[in-house]
């Protein structure tokens, strides 16, 4: 067997996700996982610094746009409410961490819905000790996209790895059964959005923890979603144009990120299957390096 992920793997999908209310219907067709991706050329400075306005107008805008809503602060009133708890489940990771930005943004967001202060908490890999994530009714999942040594692609999917009480169960076979975390009692139902920082996203890498400057690229994104198997496979499908682009031919990831499709197909988490995600692009769509629609 391949110990790469294919284009026809990538492209194969199942059964639709009922992304709470981030669903579009075409016609009489089926309701299909709506994913925004959104990119701004000025979010980064010369230096690389993060510039706080720019980012949260591209978080607003993707999250407007996600739910079809007049203003982004009716939008975060529909994702959040007063009575919620709210787990910001984040990355810490250190050569390539969630942006401090955005994780500052999102607590602004769900403070400004209404959310008391006591009632919100950043979390990482203490989820399953922090109070606040043990009685969260709503979790926002976000982290930035990266080659990884044992699932291939560092995903939303597997950014719930620490929501399970042995992470390392999940490691055999490239964690093709990631997409069970998202079904466990403490997690299951509660993830009201997923934010996968296509910044500057690293597309290869050689090793566990590996890290290198010169495989990461300003993509200036980020891609936004309530089905997190949905935002994954556009971020996947980035990944992979940027390899063929950089290596000048095709270079599959590898292990293959088959907890992807698993999570669709085994665990029906969401959908991979382009034909059924409408991707939505706003701002700088120059060099996109993934197609609207995507089927």
């Avoid at 990119?39 to 996600?66: C, H, N, Q």
């Avoid at 929501?163 to 466990?184: I, K, N, R, T």
């Avoid at 891609?223 to 997190?228: L, Q, R, S």
């Avoid at 682009?245 to 599959?252: A, K, L, T, V």
Wanted: glycine share 10%; net charge positive.
């Amino acid at each position: 067997m391949s110990s790469a992920l294919t284009r026809r793997e990538m492209l194969a999908g199942g059964a639709c996700w009922l992304a709470a209310g981030a669903l579009a219907r075409v016609g009489g067709a089926a309701p299909r996982s709506r994913v925004v991706l959104v990119r701004r050329p000025d979010v980064l400075d010369g230096a690389g610094a993060v510039r706080f306005a720019v980012l949260g107008e591209m978080l607003d805008d993707a999250v407007r746009t996600l739910l079809a809503a007049d203003t982004a602060g009716e939008a975060w009133r529909r994702l959040v409410a007063p009575a919620d708890v709210v787990g910001v489940k984040s990355n810490g990771w250190g050569s390539l961490p969630t942006p401090p930005e955005l994780e500052g943004l999102l607590v602004q967001r769900i403070r400004g819905a209404g959310v008391a202060a006591d009632r919100v908490a950043v979390a990482d890999q203490t989820v399953l000790r922090d109070p606040v994530f043990r009685r969260a009714t709503a979790l926002i999942n976000t982290r930035p996209m990266r080659t990884h040594a044992w699932s291939g692609l560092g995903t939303c999917l597997k950014n719930y790895i620490m929501f399970a009480e042995e992470p390392s169960h999940y490691h055999p076979d490239a964690c093709d059964s990631l997409g069970s975390v998202w079904l466990l009692p403490h997690v299951k139902g509660k993830t009201r959005l997923n934010v996968l920082v296509m910044l500057t996203p690293q597309f290869h890498s050689v090793g566990p923890h590996a890290f290198s400057k010169s495989y990461t690229w300003r993509y200036n994104g980020l891609v936004v979603g309530a089905d997190p198997v949905a935002v994954d496979t556009v971020g996947a499908r980035i990944i992979t144009a940027k390899r063929l682009q950089h290596f000048g031919e095709d270079r599959p990831i590898s292990p293959p990120p088959r907890h992807i499709l698993s999570a669709d197909t085994r665990y029906g988490v969401g959908t991979a299957d382009p034909a059924r995600i409408e991707l939505i692009v706003r701002g700088d769509d120059r060099d996109l390096l993934v197609s609207a629609p995507m089927a």
